[in-house]
């Protein structure tokens, strides 16, 4: 059990429709992340939240919109989506966004994301 | 920007083996590294976890290495067994952000 939790943990939309993707950290954090993993690429930062304000936006196009309505939670809204948006999206948290000598990040199981 | 490349992208292997899985780095400028392993359709779970000044760390089986200067890390697996079976992530620290490599897929073959 990582402490992070995600939902849903499967998700298939069509290009027109607008869903969201939660998650939760139960580990007391002050930083929360989104990261996309496409298949043969490496991890791809999305968004930073620190303290419930955006910190990095790594030029994530518009159809991506993150939430951080507090410190345990954190929402990623999708909404007219492409197929190569189709990916798995993980949620971190770590103790503070300034990734110090000693920080690491505790990620979530992902949700699997296909876009029809 | 730091890139991070992991070789091989997959490896197979017989229980019993021993075996390294390889990360370089291009910067080294790093706070630390640290190793990852994910099951099919999983998140992240860290292994080990290198500071920049320290060589080595050891936790079971695993032993990793770090060679900040030439930007290299080793992952050792002692006896692998097939329960190891899992992708394998490093990533580099640089204090802004964590950079991922793309992973090596380990299978061991019971």
């Known amino acids: 059990e990582t402490g992070v939790t995600q939902t849903p943990r499967h998700l298939v939309m069509g290009m027109t429709n607008k869903k969201s993707l939660k998650c939760e950290q139960h580990?007391?954090?002050?930083?929360m992340y989104w990261y996309k993993q496409s298949a043969k690429k490496p991890l791809e930062l999305m968004f930073v939240y620190s303290l419930e304000e955006r910190v990095e936006n790594n030029s994530v196009p518009s159809r991506f919109s993150p939430e951080c309505p507090n410190s345990s939670h954190l929402f990623l809204h999708l909404h007219t989506l492409q197929p190569e948006d189709s990916a798995l999206y993980l949620c971190a948290s770590s103790q503070d966004a300034r990734t110090g000598a000693g920080e690491t990040q505790y990620f979530g199981p992902g949700t699997r994301l296909l876009v029809l | 920007k730091q890139e991070v490349t992991q070789i091989p992208a997959a490896l197979s292997v017989p229980e019993g083996e021993n075996l390294v899985l390889n990360c370089s780095f291009t910067d080294s400028a790093i706070y630390n590294l640290q190793w990852f392993r994910q099951d099919p359709g999983k998140g992240l779970t860290s292994l080990l976890l290198i500071q920049s000044s320290q060589r080595e760390q050891t936790s079971g089986r695993l032993n990793a290495s770090l060679d900040k200067s030439s930007g290299r890390s080793t992952l050792y697996i002692a006896a692998s067994q097939p329960g190891d079976s899992a992708t394998y992530l490093c990533a580099v620290n640089t204090g802004n952000q964590f950079y991922f490599g793309t992973g090596t897929s380990l299978t061991v073959i019971p």
């Open positions: 580990l007391g954090h002050n930083a």
